[in-house]
């Protein structure tokens, strides 16, 4: 048989397991150094309550024969459709029912819906970018290019008219620079794919982290969204669910393409994947009640506080830096032009402390560093104490 | 952009629609009559009392900071993943830890695996055929062949070393025919496959209903098989997880293709997938345990002695069927030369009975019907009943 040879075209990432192999080499060397880790997007705080007692109830269910649920509906049971619905009509979004699929997280989905198309075409993706939007198109061979972020425009790239792009991946809140597009920047960017008849893949993976009013929570707070954004989002961060995997996928039945992507979408769905389970519904469903939003809006602005602790805490030692605001990811530019790597190292030499070197999201991620903000309070206190000491000498 | 063109050459899959339809205009017809299910392949049994006390500890876990759990680890959670190596183990097959890869049903992974392949291979599937090993390809536009499965050869067609194919499905005990190849049968096929640097894929989603020692649960009881075979399984059928989502794909290390096809699967699966959720990871984990084997065990029994009421039911009418012995699924001659859909109409009109029209599955379904063993014993025996009541009229 022919292996996918595009396969070979792949880098291989190497930035966490390096990270990890200099994080190991260290603690070897000093074993009872006090490491805070504050490198990986994962979060820390369990599930709300309000989560764990609807995912025990709807086990208790699926245990009973008059209650046990076979296989999963097409695109989600009606009640967690109804819910993410509903959700949407708080930013004054009206979607229809079958414009939503559940799914088991943004990352599949980000990668799934590109079987929809035809490996000839031209993918726009930003620089520094969360490689899985690189990764999953060279898998598929399709042409990449990249729009610069960096520090002259806030690491907000706008679209160039003179280049021509077929499939946009924006990212806002960005991951992982923190950058937030506002609704006049989004409405550019759906200008562009309108003008261009391209479909912009919008990751909103970090939208409940949005503070600030100008920042859309959904690209379809925008005229003309309906016609050429497909968006993701994921419980992950909202919802503490990176280890529970639920997310939904809104794939608008007024796109514009040559072909009905709806359609297509549920088709892919309904022959390549099961659904997600239940008890993950139920969960899921339980987010989205009164309780459910108060609890994990608290798990939100705990993370919060940290991110504003980080702010101050470079602001104090002088260091400039993007995110943060709407974001749990704060990108700083590296103190004294030190590069990516440099400061990675003298941070965890001299502070004790770990991040993630910038320049391993792209070439414009060189001499910059990510924090992130899912660690404690303490110990993003004592964090930013280190770096200033460290810093002062 | 320009969409998959592919797309557009997939056949509508009408059956279960058809079905649907047909059985609303009956009913709407018949507002009181006592209809029996027997058309869906789904479970009817609760999960296992093991499994739902697993499943409501583990949520207990994630609701408090001290054992929460963030990202799945890569292929799965050593616990689950030591647990399939152990009942591996139990068929005498060895398999290392890195081949194991926890999904979340076959159906997901046996369409996803595809990523790995050129769209310039040649697929061999069988007919009668789970459409889904077809839709996936034709979405890919890869050629497809048919290997004829039909009464002459007891609906296990046996390779044909004049024709030549790049990747091979087989689904092994069968659906929808239910019947299963043997050791020295299967081992034709890996014998074919390594002549050809074929690959088989093999659907081993029923595995757990097989009773006749020479029929393997694994192929890789099988010499030979750790050079040409990935296995996927679920624990749909096994302990009821259709709506649950659980399974494991097997891709050995041993695999003989142009490149390491084991790495390739873990790169696209840590790209596109982001792992199963912890509590159905210790759900499916509690399968495996003495107590949940025990309990789940009693399900298949439970669902086999259907299976055998159906096959005695079907005697009693001097009916021809395959399978029922070593899976949940009858496919029977209908009586009399009936066409499938004449004997479904039939079975609806004058029994109040519901099973799938054989042709649905493809040209050689043509006059056969398929019949699941996942009612009740009450309604399976009624079912049988009518159907001796209807045929001697």
């Known amino acids: 048989m ?21 994080l ?11 490491i805070i880790k504050m490198g990986i997007g994962d979060v820390t705080l369990p599930l709300a309550p309000a989560v ?9 269910e699926m245990g009973k024969k008059e209650t046990f649920r076979g296989y999963v509906d097409d695109n989600g049971y009606d009640f967690l459709i109804n819910a993410i619905k509903n959700y949407y009509s708080g930013f004054g979004v009206d979607l229809d029912y079958w414009e939503i699929f559940v799914s088991d997280g943004a990352k599949s ?5 590109l079987d929809l198309f035809d490996s000839d075409n031209t993918v726009l993706v930003t620089d520094p970018v969360y490689p899985v939007y690189v990764d999953t198109n060279v898998m598929a061979g399709r042409r990449i290019i990249y729009a610069d972020a960096n520090e002259s425009n ?6 160039d008219r003179s280049v021509r792009a077929d499939l946009i991946y924006l990212c806002t809140p960005n991951n992982p620079t923190g950058a937030a597009y506002t609704r006049a920047q989004l409405r550019e960017w759906i200008d562009y794919a309108k003008e261009n008849n391209a479909l912009i893949l919008l990751d909103a993976a970090y939208e409940a982290f949005i503070t600030d009013p100008d920042v859309p929570h959904s690209a379809y707070e925008i005229e003309g969204a309906r016609e050429c954004v497909i968006e993701f989002c994921s419980l992950s961060k909202t919802a503490g669910f990176t280890g529970t995997r639920c997310g939904y996928t809104i794939v608008p039945k007024t796109l514009k393409a040559d072909g009905d992507l709806n359609a297509m979408w549920l088709r892919r769905q309904t022959t390549k994947f099961n659904g997600v389970a239940y008890v993950v519904q139920r969960a899921a469903e339980a987010v989205f009640t009164p309780e459910g939003q108060k609890q994990i809006r608290e798990n939100i602005a705990y993370y919060q506080q940290n991110a504003a602790i980080l702010m101050s805490g470079l602001d104090r030692c002088n ?3 993007f995110g943060g605001k709407n974001s749990p990811y704060i990108w700083l530019k590296c103190p004294g032009g030190m590069g990516s790597w440099e400061f990675f190292d003298r941070l965890l030499n001299e502070a ?5 070197p910038g320049e391993g999201f792209g070439k414009n991620g060189a001499g910059y560093f990510r924090l992130t903000s899912f660690s404690t309070h303490e110990k993003t206190t004592e964090a930013m104490e280190r770096l200033y000491r460290m810093l002062k000498g």
Do not use: Q
Request: hydrophobic share 35%; no cysteine; proline share 5%.
């Open 24 to 34: 190991r080499e260290y603690t070897s060397l000093h074993p009872d150094a006090d």
């Open 319 to 321: 260091i400039k830096y």
């Open 52 to 60: 764990v007692e609807a995912m025990k109830r709807a086990a208790d």
């Open 109 to 113: 989905d980000l990668g799934n819906i």
């Open 2 to 22: 022919k292996l996918n040879s595009n396969y070979s075209n792949l880098k291989k990432n190497y930035l966490f397991i390096d990270i990890a192999h200099r």
């Open 154 to 159: 806030g690491f907000l790239p706008m679209p």
């Open 352 to 356: 004790n402390v770990v991040g993630t």
